[in-house]
């Protein structure tokens, strides 16, 4: 059967009628979209990850269970389309081509550029991405993509590995 979509939780149960409810991100715009889904219908699960990720620092930082596990440098929005911030989750994790723009991984996100509505095809989706091709002309710690949060291949690659392509979706992810 096909795959369903992994929701980042926002909000604990709430019983209304008798019934169990649960409030999740959805991954469409605006960014901030949220809907109540039957409890009885999910599987909730718990995860120690957590991302952050500072667009004035241009660092993403990889949290397990509060404690920081590795902070990294990255490639955010440059000033005229800048990276959305607030409370995002990893929506699919696609292993990619090391050498192509977007490097060895996306991690795409339920955020959406607050500026460009269409983007390469898509719908404005943003996502944690690697580096390849042209994308390395933009140095690690500057501001200079569309929106994307751009990693060198071998930190996503470690990032991936360390979490588990598996668990990455649903992952919170917090853009300040």
Known sequence: HAALPILLVVARPHDSDGRGWVRVRLPWRPNSAAGWINANLVVVE??????????????????R???????ISVV???PSTPTPTGLFSIAWAISWHPNDF??????ELTAHSDVLQQFDGGDGTVGIHGRGGASLLDPLGSAASHG???????????LVRTVGESRLPGTPVQVS
Do not use: Y
Not at 65 to 71: E, I, L, M, N
Not at 102 to 107: A, E, P, R
């Open 46 to 63: 718990k995860t120690p990850w957590r991302i952050e990720v500072s667009t004035a620092r241009r660092t993403l930082t990889l949290v």
């Open 65 to 71: 269970a509060g404690t920081s596990v590795r902070t």
């Open 76 to 78: 955010v929005g440059k």
């Open 102 to 107: 977007l490097g060895s991984w996306v991690l």
């Open 148 to 158: 994307c949060i751009r990693l060198a291949n071998d930190s996503i690659d470690w």
